[in-house]
């Protein structure tokens, strides 16, 4: 690579269409991301939703975003939410993530309290973020929600991470 060129000739190259939509999907899954669950409360009671896609937006005001999928049977609760809590789940809750990328009801078992707005705590996590949201971006398939952040908590321990369609933790020592 001393002249400058890019190494290419192992990677596949696309332009991204409906037709390369899966290859699209594989090369987004090269980014390894956190695992988190997005809980809150429905008039038929609380609903829960794994979801990678969070991140910190700025800390004065304290504000996060998270992009539920249009297609999902569970987006418009989401949407119709003002109040709702963000879960970092820890290495040892794949279970809990798979749980909930199943099923919204996926709280049978599980440690949980209820906030003062009603939405529901999982006891289980690594970080936990109480929010309201301030605007729904519109986003091709996906929406984003922007929310403040108004109550949070943290504990030490490793993070659960997807990647590639798995789970995995963080290896420290590379």
Partial sequence: MADGSLQMNQMQQFAPDAESARDLRHAMGKFGTGVTVITAMTDAGPIGMTANSFSSVSLDPALVLWCPA???GRYAHFIGAKHFAIHVMGVEHADIAM???RSGAAFDGLDIAVNAQGVPLLGQC???FECETQDIH???DHSIVVAQVHQAAFREGDALIFCEGRFGQFD???
């Fill in 70 to 72: 249009k297609s999902s």
């Fill in 99 to 101: 749980g909930f990328a």
């Fill in 126 to 128: 690594l970080a936990r």
């Fill in 138 to 140: 519109d986003a091709g």
């Fill in 172 to 174: 420290k020592d590379v």
